[in-house]
Structure formats: structure tokens, C-alpha cells
């Protein structure tokens, strides 16, 4: 539409990716001051305002329409960093005895959008300004609804989760003393690492299926986009399949075993030959990334559940830094070798990620006794 050149195009996520750093950082002093609430209503309006700064790019000179578009791409990604601590932290409000359920189905939903956003985006390609004048007042009524409706204190619920803890404990110290910031904790750290690590490889996976199976494997651009959906599939399949399952399997177990399967998805990508076969071997990717986040989300919220809010938000910040570089290192690493050669060498990810789940638990472990 605007005659955006490869680069500019690339640069587009840039600011993205810089505000939802920005926003999931801020989110989690904000949820303390203001509240989660108010803070997933400012979230909403951002993501308000970036349709309509979307839309407003219509029809604009090229140099305009470029300014606006990164304002609105600027907009979403605040959007998307603002909605961190909320969106993570009421499912374990509303749903305290099956928490990790709770976190998980709320992903399968998150991903559910990541599938039929670019289905819903082609079905309106002939009218094109449907698509984020739809979105635009959708955002807006869901803002409304939110800041009508009538939530938890999240405040008092995370006081009285301290206070509970400390009675269940018999610790009569003073409350920073039971509850230390998460940031001096090593435990914090390690899931902070991991889930970088994890962004990288989901990054890796994602945002390279177009031109690896049509410039590298020589396939269709109908089977590169089978690919990227049965990848993204997989992940919704993948995440309501282990809402189920962790009601009867301890959630670190699956935690463990699914980097073993990012592992494997690595390793047999570059042998992709057949359409049949990238359809096959993205959906398996999809399947190893499903629940991984949801679950180190839902996992280091529990072991700081006087902190859910900031931790949530720095979780999401690092996920969103992750998927951003991972994305940016296969960029710049492709002079230098091909694409079946990265993804091999991206199964070290997985591999680090195994090797600080078992330091994470050990330690989590030592600080629980």
C-alpha cells in the first residue's frame, strides 16, 4: 500500500518491541500504584490507539504513513507490556487452586489470537480499513467493560497472600523480611534467564518459516503459510492439551519435557524436504513451544506470590527482549551460515534451558525448606 522498502519494513517491530520492554517494566511499578485494573484499561487504550493510528496511515504520503505506522506499532507493543501483569496476574486471583491451569488457558487464548489475527487480516484485505476499525472498537468496548466491572483488590489480595503465608509458616519477622524482592532473589534470575533463552528459540522457530522454506527449501508461498499456521496451531492445541494435563501432572514435570522437544524440532528442521514434511515438523515446533512460557510464568509467580504483578511484567519484558534479538541474531548470523546450519545450532537454547530448569528447581527446592 505504501511502497515501505524490505528495511523499513524490518524496522517497523523495532519500536514494538522497544515499548513492550518499556511497558512491562513500568506495568509492574504501575500495578503497584495504581492498581491491575486500571492498568489493563490503560493497556487496552494503547492497543486502541495503535488501530487507529493504523488506520490513519491510509491514504497518507509514504514518508507520513511511515511515522505513523511505527507510532502505531510503538502503540501496540506498549500495549502488549502494559498487559503483562494484569493478564497474568488475576487468572491465579480468580483461580487460586488451579492456578497453573488458570495461567495456561489464559495463553491458549493469547495464542488463539496470534492464529486467527492474520486469517481475520486476509479475509478483509478487499476493504482493508475494516480490519483495524474493527479491532479499534472492539479494544475500546472491552476497555469500557473493564473499567465498569468490578475486580479483585489486587493490593489487598497480594497482602493478604503475605499474610497467609506468614501464619501458615509461624515467621513473626517484619513482612520485608518474609517477603524479599524478587530481584535479590537468584532463584528470580534463573526464570528471568529462561525466559529469554525461550524467546530466542520461539523467536527462531517463528520468524523465519517464510523465507527458510521458500528461498532455502524452494517451497510454495501457500506451503510457507500452512507452515507458519500449523506452527502457531500447534501452539493453541498445545497449551489447552496442558491445561488438562498439569490438573493431574505436576506442572514442572511438563516443564521439563518440553524443551526436550524443541530440541528434536531443531534438529530435524533442516531436513525438511516436502510440504508434508515442513507442515509436520513447524506444528511439532509449535507443540515443543506451547505451554513452555505459561508455565514459567505460572511457576515463578508461585514461587513469589507476594510479588505476581512485578514478576508477571518482567517475564513478559523478557520474553518480548528475547524474541526481538533471537529474531535480529538469525538476521545477522545468516552471512555467515545457512539456515539449516542456525537451526541446528539454535537447539543449544533448549539445551541451556534444560540445564537452569534443573538449577531453578534445585534452588527453588532449598529456599521452600
Not at 168 to 189: I, L
Request: hydrophobic letters at 55%; glycine letters at 8%.
Amino acid at each position: 500500500m505504501h511502497g515501505f522498502s524490505d528495511a523499513q519494513y524490518g524496522a517497523i517491530f523495532l519500536p514494538q518491541v522497544v515499548a513492550a520492554v518499556i511497558g512491562a517494566v513500568g506495568g509492574g511499578v504501575l500495578a503497584q500504584r495504581i492498581g491491575l485494573k486500571a492498568l489493563l484499561v490503560l493497556a487496552l487504550l494503547a492497543n486502541t490507539l495503535s488501530q487507529a493510528l493504523l488506520a490513519a496511515s491510509s491514504g497518507m504520503a509514504a514518508d507520513t504513513a511511515y511515522a505513523i505506522v511505527l507510532a502505531g506499532t510503538a502503540s501496540l507493543g506498549l500495549g502488549f507490556g502494559l498487559s503483562g501483569a494484569p493478564l497474568n496476574s488475576f487468572p491465579p486471583t480468580f483461580f487460586p487452586e488451579r492456578r497453573n491451569t488458570a495461567v495456561v488457558a489464559l495463553h491458549t487464548l493469547l495464542g488463539l489470537g496470534l492464529m486467527a489475527g492474520p486469517l481475520l487480516a486476509a479475509w478483509t484485505m478487499d476493504r482493508w480499513l475494516r480490519f483495524p476499525l474493527s479491532l479499534l472498537v472492539v479494544c475500546l468496548a472491552v476497555a469500557i467493560v473493564v473499567a465498569l466491572t468490578s475486580f479483585p483488590d489486587d493490593r489487598a489480595t497480594e497482602r493478604s497472600t503475605r499474610k497467609a503465608r506468614q501464619n501458615k509458616q509461624g515467621d513473626r519477622q517484619s513482612e520485608s523480611d518474609a517477603a524479599p524482592a524478587p530481584q535479590r532473589s537468584t532463584v528470580f534470575w534463573l526464570f528471568m534467564t529462561i525466559a529469554v533463552l525461550y524467546a530466542f528459540a520461539e523467536g527462531t522457530f517463528s520468524s523465519w518459516v517464510a523465507i527458510y522454506l521458500q528461498q532455502t527449501k524452494q517451497l510454495p508461498e501457500t506451503t510457507a503459510a500452512a507452515a507458519l499456521s500449523a506452527f502457531w496451531g500447534a501452539l493453541v492445541a498445545g497449551r489447552l492439551l496442558v491445561s488438562v494435563i498439569v490438573v493431574r501432572v505436576a506442572a514442572e514435570r511438563v516443564w521439563q519435557t518440553l524443551p526436550v522437544i524443541m530440541i528434536l524440532a531443531f534438529l530435524l528442521l533442516p531436513y525438511v524436504d516436502s510440504p508434508a514434511s515442513s507442515i509436520a515438523l513447524f506444528a511439532l515446533a509449535g507443540l515443543a513451544c506451547s505451554a513452555f512460557f505459561p508455565l514459567t510464568m505460572a511457576l515463578v509467580s508461585r514461587q513469589f506470590d507476594q510479588h505476581v504483578a512485578w514478576v508477571s511484567a518482567m517475564l513478559t519484558a523478557a520474553l518480548m527482549l528475547g524474541v526481538g534479538l533471537g529474531a535480529f541474531a538469525i538476521g545477522a548470523l545468516r552471512n555467515w551460515l545457512t539456515l539449516e546450519q542456525l537451526y541446528r545450532v539454535s537447539a543449544v537454547y533448549p539445551i541451556l534451558v534444560l540445564l537452569l530448569i534443573a538449577a531453578t528447581l534445585r534452588k527453588a527446592r532449598g529456599a521452600a525448606s
